[in-house]
């Protein structure tokens, strides 16, 4: 009996080589979701609103009017208010009256934040019904008081 041996071939050597084909793939995903939600993550969103002509608010018995001048005096009810008295009488109309309306009037040079803080007065003051009034398209514009 022979013996005889197989002859054993060394088989191809492995590839120590990363492969980037896949990396640069996952790269280019990331790097196209990154372009297309940039300009979403600005928070701000750019509306072009309608100018309607809308009809008066009807006179609602009981409501207060506020009005911010643009010099930063405030106006309740025809009686100048300073901004630390203002959230006291408030607080007092909405206790007297559950279901008072607070009407502001604002100039259009009056900075939103200070018109978003009388806001927040009046619902810390439990007045839930605010409205804002505006002038209508086309109606001369109130001078200054």
Not at 41 to 66: E, F, H, K, T
Not at 96 to 101: H, K
Not at 109 to 130: E, I
């Amino acid at each position: 009996m022979a013996f005889g041996r197989f002859e054993r071939t060394q088989g191809e050597a492995p590839l120590s080589d990363i492969n980037m084909t896949p990396l640069i793939d996952v790269m280019l995903v990331l790097l196209v979701i990154l372009l297309l939600t940039a300009p979403l993550l600005d928070g701000r969103i750019a509306l072009d609103l309608p100018r309607v002509a809308a009809s008066p608010a009807p006179a609602a018995p009981g409501a207060l009017l506020l009005e911010l001048q643009r010099d930063g005096r405030m106006v309740l009810d025809g009686r100048p208010v300073s901004a630390a008295a203002l959230p006291a009488l408030l607080h007092a109309r909405a206790a007297a009256d559950a279901r008072a309306e607070l009407r502001i009037r604002a100039d259009s040079a009056v900075p939103y934040g200070d018109v978003a803080r009388v806001m927040a007065a009046a619902q810390a003051a439990g007045l839930s019904r605010v409205g804002l009034l505006t002038q209508p398209p086309g109606s001369p514009a109130a001078g200054p008081r």
